[in-house]
């Protein structure tokens, strides 16, 4: 890759920049800056896409009553119950076991402030789910 | 490039760096006063690599990686450098931050293993669990620290609130607060030994690991998988692929970015040895880098269903096979050159 071939796309960046090695005119390896690169986008829209569908399922299954709230929140800082479980110190089961509203209802405050403490909400927000 | 400066008042000159380990080891070696670029480091401490791991389950899909396992860079380079390193993990994190502030109140910068998750400087959609991120802390400021993150153009503010979490994330491959710091560096390294076990080394793992999923096998094994990905269900096949280009071109530095990084250590190491066929092989390595992004551009028009008749899975499969056999073909040559010199 040349230097003058290093993509510069406007992508998700948000104005930051990756160093991408690139050779310059005397065929030497520098640094370049790139602002983005379109490729890149489409594969991080595709995963990012995947995600973002996957919690909007979650927060209609919530307000449906279908699943806990606990479900959403883990969801939205990309955890798996595995993840979760052990952030929070509660065994993998029970953490899935809590995805059932009607468990979910029932916690105690202090597990309730476990998952607040993992999950870097407070345990109103944990509690809910935005409406839209 | 931008100064900063750590606790003890010396200047640290954050340079911005294709990969995260690479770049915080090179910085270490900086501020000790040993010049070393980031693809010397890379070299030496044997980064590139390539493994399919269908089993490994990240997201719910298979990892395909581009280097070799965090940590083994730093750990090597030190090692082939003659740096000896603290490394500390820890259990509770108010103990491990509480270590930290101490080190950095000495003026030493440290080295960390972080979740880039919790790293909440990078924008949104940089930010997925992952526990392999490196990061330098320079100094503490009220109410955080000063980081340098080599993947960026400038040092950058992190709170202590996210810097504990970042650190003491847990989940596969967790850091348990990882953090290393030199203790002493020898000030003269010996550079044409180190790249002579930097490239040995990683000669043999391309070349010798018995295994289908690691290095050229690898290559092969993933370039068949796609290739018969294609006959299959299209949306499935399309995750899978789109999964294998976000692990090439994002997620840390990327495949055909550390083909790039590779050539450049080849070109400095070209010049160190005075070797023709070095230079020649680093050419060759760009571009193989080369076809490992058309590889991504044809993947991404595949995505994006742009002309499909073209466009097809045994195409990018095909390009990858290509690279397998041009980097099959480089590292034997490698292998052959470098048994040549002499220390």
């Known amino acids: 890759m040349k230097a003058n071939e290093v993509p510069q796309d406007e992508t998700y960046y948000n104005g930051e920049k990756r160093a991408c090695y690139a050779l310059n005119d005397e065929g030497k390896y520098v640094v370049v800056p790139s602002a983005g690169w379109s490729v890149e986008e489409i594969v991080n829209g595709l995963a990012v896409d995947e995600l973002a569908a996957s919690l909007e399922e979650t927060r209609k299954a919530v307000l449906a009553g279908v699943k806990s709230p606990l479900a959403y929140h883990m969801e939205r800082r990309q955890m798996t119950p595995e993840i979760l479980a052990k952030t929070a110190g509660i065994a993998a089961f029970r953490v899935k076991r809590h995805f059932r509203p009607g468990i979910f209802a029932k916690l105690k405050m202090s597990v309730l402030e476990r998952y607040a403490q993992a999950l870097a909400v407070t345990t109103q927000e944990l509690a809910t789910v935005p409406q839209k | ?343």
């Open chain 2, 1 to 343: 490039m931008q100064t900063d400066v750590t606790s003890g008042g010396k200047p640290f000159i954050h340079q911005h760096c294709a990969h995260c380990e690479t770049g915080v080891t090179a910085a270490l070696f900086r501020d000790k006063g040993v010049e070393i670029s980031e693809p010397m480091v890379l070299g030496i401490g044997s980064g590139i690599f390539f493994g399919h791991l269908p089993f490994v389950k990240w997201v719910g899909l298979p990892i395909s990686t581009y280097r070799s396992q965090p940590g083994a860079v730093f750990r090597k380079a030190a090692q082939r450098l003659g740096g000896e390193f603290v490394t500390r993990s820890y259990r509770n994190a108010q103990k491990g931050m509480d270590e930290l502030r101490r080190v950095l109140k000495t003026g030493q910068i440290v080295g960390l293993r972080t979740n880039i998750y919790w790293l909440s400087y990078f924008p949104n959609r940089f930010r997925f669990q992952f526990n392999g991120h490196n990061i330098v802390v320079l100094h503490e400021i009220e109410n955080g620290f000063r980081v340098s993150d080599p993947v960026l153009e400038h040092p950058v503010d992190c709170l202590t609130e996210d810097l504990v979490r970042a650190r003491f994330a847990r989940g596969p491959l967790e850091p348990h607060g990882f953090m290393y710091y030199p203790e002493s560096v020898n000030p003269h390294p010996d550079l044409r030994t180190a790249c002579i076990s930097g490239m040995k080394d990683t000669c043999n793992m391309m070349l010798k690991i018995p295994l289908p999923i690691f290095g050229i096998r690898g290559m092969r094994f993933l370039a068949k998988t796609i290739i018969r990905s294609g006959k299959g269900d299209f949306m499935e096949a399309c995750r899978q692929l789109g999964n294998i280009v976000r692990m090439q071109e994002e997620v840390g530095t990327g495949g055909a970015g550390f083909r790039y990084m590779y050539a450049a250590f080849l070109q400095e190491a070209a010049e160190m040895f005075a070797s023709d066929e070095l230079s020649q092989l680093s050419q060759e390595m760009t571009a193989i880098g080369d076809i490992w992004r058309e590889f991504a551009v044809v993947s991404a028009r595949i995505i994006k269903k742009r002309n499909p008749a073209e466009e097809t899975f045994a195409k990018a499969g095909g390009l990858m096979l290509v690279c397998a056999g041009r980097e099959e073909a480089l590292f034997k040559d490698l292998q052959r050159v470098v048994s040549k010199f002499k220390a």
